[in-house]
């Protein structure tokens, strides 16, 4: 009877071993979750700020990966590639007050040297915070010391001016500029009549002052032609002259030679060795 109330106790050799394997699995899945706690992988073309819950401790991770306390610390990561930003319907006025709306065109990069103070002062939303207000900073700040006519002949120099305006402004927020373009000035339709109006009569007036030369031009190639054509006309008529006198002497004349011819053989104004040649000539014919 006494054995009939005493109980028996028997250990389970399969549930030992279950709960081995379970705390084995634990321990496992533990050691990985802390080692990916334990690793940051930053990507290519960017950095890595630590944050010691939350806190910007000033150190910077590179690419690759990179160790840091697990449950502890974290890394807020930054892009520090080219990266380009627009902005549009920009208003300003000129130095002549005339109206102008531009659209600018930057290219720019974060300050991998200071991505720390970037992410603590200012914050990753530095395009609309920082960026937009500069360049309208600029372009008000710029536009104001030309003309309207100079915003168009002197682009290249606005542009260079504005580019170093911006470099300046945003190298203090930790951002640099790498080009800077204007993409386009819009004016009021006043103003572009006018610029057209002016155009057309500058045109005008470079055509008078061409057509001019080009009359003048032609009016001394022609005295020139004329000049040498009445040169020409006179040697001819004093070659035909000269040679029907020769012709009419010739033909009057009897034969016989002058008794007294003057000097170098000449006669009258004739030379009589050409005349004498002449007439063997014609004797010769005349046989």
């Excluded at 004093?238 to 016989?256: A, M, N, T």
Aim: glycine residues 4%; aromatic residues 8%; proline residues 2%.
């Amino acid at each position: 009877m006494a054995e009939e109330g005493k109980k028996v106790f028997t250990v389970n050799p399969n549930g030992k071993k279950v709960k081995i394997i379970v705390g084995v699995c634990v321990a496992l899945l533990l050691i990985v979750a802390i080692s990916i706690a334990s690793i940051t992988i930053v990507p290519a073309g960017h950095k890595g700020v630590t944050l010691n819950m939350g806190a910007v401790t000033g150190a910077v991770m590179n690419e690759g990966i990179n160790f840091k306390i697990p449950f502890v610390q974290n890394a807020e990561i930054i892009d520090v590639r080219v990266k380009k930003y627009e902005s549009k319907d920009n208003s300003s006025a000129s130095k002549d007050l005339q109206t102008i709306k531009s659209s600018i065109a930057v290219n720019y990069r974060v300050n991998q040297d200071h991505v720390a103070d970037l992410y603590q002062k200012i914050g990753m939303s530095y395009e609309s915070t920082v960026i937009n207000p500069a360049i309208s900073e600029c372009i008000k700040s710029v536009t104001s010391r030309y003309t309207a006519e100079e915003l168009i002949t002197k682009r290249t120099e606005v542009s260079e001016e504005m580019k170093k305006f911006l470099q300046k402004k945003l190298s203090e927020k930790y951002i640099l500029v790498d080009s800077f373009n204007i993409i386009n000035f819009d004016f009021t339709d006043a103003f572009n009549t006018a610029i057209e109006e002016k155009q057309i009569a500058e045109q005008n007036a470079l055509k008078a002052k061409y057509d001019l030369e080009r009359i003048k031009t032609e009016a001394e190639q022609a005295v020139t032609k004329a000049k040498g054509e009445a040169e020409a006309m006179k040697l001819k008529n004093e070659q035909i002259s000269q040679s029907i006198i020769y012709l009419e002497f010739i033909d009057k004349w009897d034969g016989k030679m002058p008794t007294y011819y003057g000097s170098d053989n000449l006669f009258l104004g004739l030379d009589m060795n050409n005349i004498q040649s002449a007439n063997t000539g014609n004797s010769t014919k005349s046989e």
